[in-house]
T-cell receptor
Framework: NAGVTQTPKFRVLKTGQSMTLLCAQD?????MYWYRQDPGMGLRLIHY???????AKGEVPDGYNVSRLKKQNFLLGLESAAPSQTSVYFC???????????FGPGTRLTVT | GQQVMQIPQYQHVQEGEDFTTYCNSS?????IQWYKQRPGGHPVFLIQ?????EVKKQKRLTFQFGEAKKNSSLHITATQTTDVGTYFC???????????????FGKGTKLSVIP
């Protein structure tokens, strides 16, 4: 039981490049989330999903897109990366929308 | 929008001293969760409080939820070096239907323990 996994662990992008971050969970959770964590800013919600085929905007969605084609996977896309998107990205999931969230190990992204 | 403030931002304690972090929300919460993040790690769930005035204990950790469900605290008795990390509170707005799946995190309190 791997829990929540994220790939890649690290990535360096040039401004304007695109990439996709993959989150996978093997706990059959309905709800999945993408957060970004910046120094001194806590965790901020980017997008979330309440089930397969659904997505919704969080607090800081601009510059990101997401897809939930399969229940176990939640993809976060950056179409044209900007230095302001340099951050650590965490994926999380939970069984019910109100229950504890399980976090993945994170992806450290640097945009130069 | 909903804001969750957490103080202090940093706390340095001598091993064996007590530690408390406080969390205040701008809106009434349906529940509050606490997470711990070790340096270089990811947030790990500690506990959830739901009822007004609720107090829960986990060994040396005591969690409280305020009567008005707008504030919460985490108290650690006799800190140990294993307590090092950043402690986050995260609350769910009680009156936002669309936001009921969203947790708003505080900025965290970073705890350092001097052996």
């Amino acid at each position: 039981n791997a829990g929540v996994t994220q790939t890649p662990k690290f990535r360096v992008l040039k401004t304007g490049q695109s990439m996709t971050l993959l989150c996978a969970q093997d706990m059959n959770h309905e709800y999945m989330y993408w957060y970004r964590q910046d120094p001194g800013m806590g965790l901020r919600l980017i997008h979330y999903s309440v089930g397969e085929g659904t997505t919704a905007k969080g607090e800081v969605p601009d510059g990101y897109n997401v897809s939930r084609l399969k229940k176990q996977n939640f993809l976060l896309g950056l179409e044209s990366a900007a230095p302001s998107q340099t951050s650590v990205y965490f994926c999380a999931s939970n069984r019910e929308g109100w229950s504890e969230q399980y976090f993945g190990p994170g992806t450290r992204l640097t945009v130069t | 929008g909903q804001q969750v403030m957490q103080i202090p931002q940093y706390q340095h304690v001598q091993e064996g001293e007590d530690f408390t972090t406080y969390c205040n929300s701008s809106t009434t919460l349906s529940n509050i969760q606490w997470y711990k993040q070790r340096p270089g790690g990811h947030p790990v769930f500690l506990i959830q409080l739901v009822k007004s005035g609720e107090v829960k204990k986990q060994k040396r950790l005591t969690f409280q939820f305020g009567e008005a469900k707008k504030n919460s605290s985490l108290h650690i008795t006799a800190t140990q070096t294993t307590d090092v990390g950043t402690y986050f509170c995260a609350g769910r707005d009680a009156y936002s239907g669309a936001g009921s799946y969203q947790l708003t995190f505080g900025k965290g309190t970073k705890l350092s323990v001097i052996p």
